[in-house]
């Protein structure tokens, strides 16, 4: 993970958040290149839940909500950690983490509990001190809209993205009269007030979601969670990661939340261990009949063909942008030797590498090879854009090592050969590190292949 980490930074991926004030715990700021790759993610991801098919509806809802909206959904009353404190340096650590690295089972444990099993076994903090009772943490950001500051003007940092499309339920319904089943798409920012964020971007205060509230008859649910457990693993696949490292882990009924029937969490090996990368719940009708009682306005749906009347269940996709980088980063790393030399590189696949193609002349100080080459580079902008780096920035050995190391698929050269003979470049594969010789249309009809 320290390589990863280190990577990310040299590279222009990720930077620590507000890093010139010392930092601030569980935020990342994403550079030029981790920008791009997170564009890519989100982009495949759109494309097949939503421009693919017919039956998604794209949403974009408001960070801020009303507050009734999260006390409706339970989060008010109920979304809460389990936090105990080091009485000797007084910080804070997740009860239920530290419990599970002394080797206890949690699986339905409640605080009282958890308190009893901290005392009885003498778990001890990081630091090895005592730990103080353990109580529960808001984990949603408080905040006031308005020039007041009471209780009316309360809102919330949305904790996930889900709620603002169960509000919007009716608008879809009165917009564009879909039938069922039928789906809502949103990708946006999400807070949580971790106790303990860690582990790089798996686990931050801040983060970014992909998520769809699919509606169905309650009478054919287990078909469209089947369609979607297959979903999750060819947008896994689109992303490059390996199918062998994602594991699809069934949640017991005891383990469940509140508004589920069936979750599965898709968890991935992480270079921390095999962690939840996506989940899939069945959500019931738990959430539209909440809004639905708490706000008045009724949010069932009419079924045309039945003469049916009834609150449709909702099967939920959740997948997390932030976790699939640290996913694609960390099984794209890859470390081979080429020359006899030790050489780092980023096996992303070419369908979300930042860089799909690096342009260089062999010498950036002979004037017709920089000519050709910019003519090359403006050649493929047109065919690939915004995925094309210009790149003349040392020898050309310097340059194949730096574009391994953000995950260029494919580097062009144009030399002597390409002006004076043939018109054709050298094209280098970034995995075997070997080049083929092709015209620019031979090179632009390959690379497409790939993408």
Request: net charge negative.
């Amino acid at each position: 993970m320290e390589e990863i980490i280190a990577l990310a930074k040299r590279r222009g991926f990720i930077y620590q958040g507000s890093e010139i004030y010392g930092g601030l715990a569980g935020t990342w700021d994403y550079g030029h290149l981790g920008l791009a790759l997170k564009n890519n993610i989100k982009n495949t991801w759109w494309k097949r839940f939503v421009l693919d098919r017919d039956d998604m509806y794209g949403v974009d809802a408001a960070i801020l909500m009303n507050q009734n909206v999260w006390k409706a959904s339970g989060h008010v009353a109920g979304f809460f950690d389990p936090l105990v404190d080091d009485v000797k340096t007084n910080k804070r650590y997740r009860a239920d983490h530290l419990l599970l690295e002394a080797g206890v089972d949690i699986k339905g444990m409640s605080l009282k509990e958890m308190d009893v099993v901290i005392k009885e076994k003498g778990v001890k903090s990081p630091e090895g001190n005592a730990l103080g009772d353990v109580r529960q943490f808001k984990m949603m950001f408080t905040t006031h809209v308005g020039a007041n500051q009471d209780e009316d003007s309360v809102s919330y940092l949305r904790p996930e993205t889900a709620q603002g499309m169960f509000v919007n339920f009716k608008n879809t319904l009165d917009s564009f009269h879909p039938k069922l089943p039928f789906g809502m798409a949103q990708i946006g920012k999400a807070f949580r007030n971790e106790i303990a964020p860690r582990d790089f971007i798996f686990r931050t205060r801040e983060f970014e979601q992909m998520e769809i509230e699919y509606f169905v008859n309650p009478n054919s649910w287990e078909e469209s969670f089947e369609h979607f457990r297959q979903q999750v693993h060819a947008f896994a696949d689109d992303v490059g990661l390996t199918p062998s490292k994602i594991h699809d882990v069934e949640i017991a009924p005891e383990d469940l939340a509140h508004y589920s029937k069936r979750t599965i969490d898709f968890e991935f090996d992480f270079p921390m261990g095999q962690k939840e990368l996506y989940g899939l719940a069945y959500r019931t009708d738990f959430d539209l009949k909440s809004h639905s009682d708490a706000s008045g306005t009724d949010l069932s749906f009419f079924d045309e063909e039945t003469k049916e009347r009834f609150i449709p269940h909702c099967i939920e996709p959740s997948l997390g942008v932030d976790r699939t980088v640290l996913a694609v980063l960390t099984d794209a790393y890859s470390e081979d030797e080429v020359g006899g030399e030790k050489r780092v590189y980023l096996k992303l696949s070419p369908k979300i590498a930042p860089v799909l193609i690096a342009v260089s002349p062999l010498l950036k100080n002979k004037p017709q090879l920089v000519e050709k080459a910019r003519e090359v580079y403006s050649i493929l902008k047109k065919e690939f854009p915004g995925r094309i780096m210009f790149d003349d920035n040392g020898n050309i050995g310097k340059r194949y090592r730096r574009q391994d190391e953000i995950g260029t698929p494919y580097c062009i050269t144009v030399d002597f050969d390409t002006v004076e003979k043939d018109q054709t470049m050298t094209l280098r594969y970034r995995d075997s590190a070997t080049q083929d010789r092709l015209s620019i249309e031979q090179i632009i009809d390959s690379v497409k292949k790939a993408i």
